[in-house]
């Protein structure tokens, strides 16, 4: 699988950005995704996970009702609407893909990830 992310940049508190992920490789609409993020220093951490259809989307408190996963499986396409960012949202976000079963949503449960694009929040 061939996971590539964009739409990350600098945006000022309180902005909106939306991140794109393109998938190629495998179908893309029998895979449960996700969206992690890293801050310098710190570990990889959960941010989004949705269910293959879209029905089911799943966040940490974190980030509850700042942001939306979503998905387009006609596209091959994994999208993460950010909202009201913060400056502690500053980290490089990085798709991914679970293909083995798995359950939770801790960083080994994925299989794939994307190379990772930065998203920088000026206070």
């Known amino acids: 699988v061939q996971l590539q992310a964009s739409g990350g940049g600098l945006v000022q508190a309180g902005g909106s950005l939306r991140l794109s992920c393109s998938a190629s490789g495998r179908t893309f609409s029998s895979h449960e995704m996700a969206w992690f993020r890293q801050a310098p220093g710190k570990e990889r951490e959960f941010v989004a996970h949705i269910t293959l259809a879209g029905t089911g989307t799943y966040y940490p408190d974190s980030v509850k009702g700042r942001f939306t996963i979503s998905r387009d499986n006609a596209k091959n396409t994994l999208y993460l609407q950010m909202s009201n960012l913060k400056p502690e949202d500053t980290a490089v976000y990085y798709c991914?893909?679970?293909?083995?079963?798995?359950?939770?949503?801790?960083?080994?449960?994925?299989?794939?990830w994307g190379q990772g694009t930065q998203v920088t929040v000026s206070s």
């Open positions: 991914a893909v679970r293909v083995r079963t798995a359950y939770g949503f801790s960083k080994e449960g994925y299989d794939y």
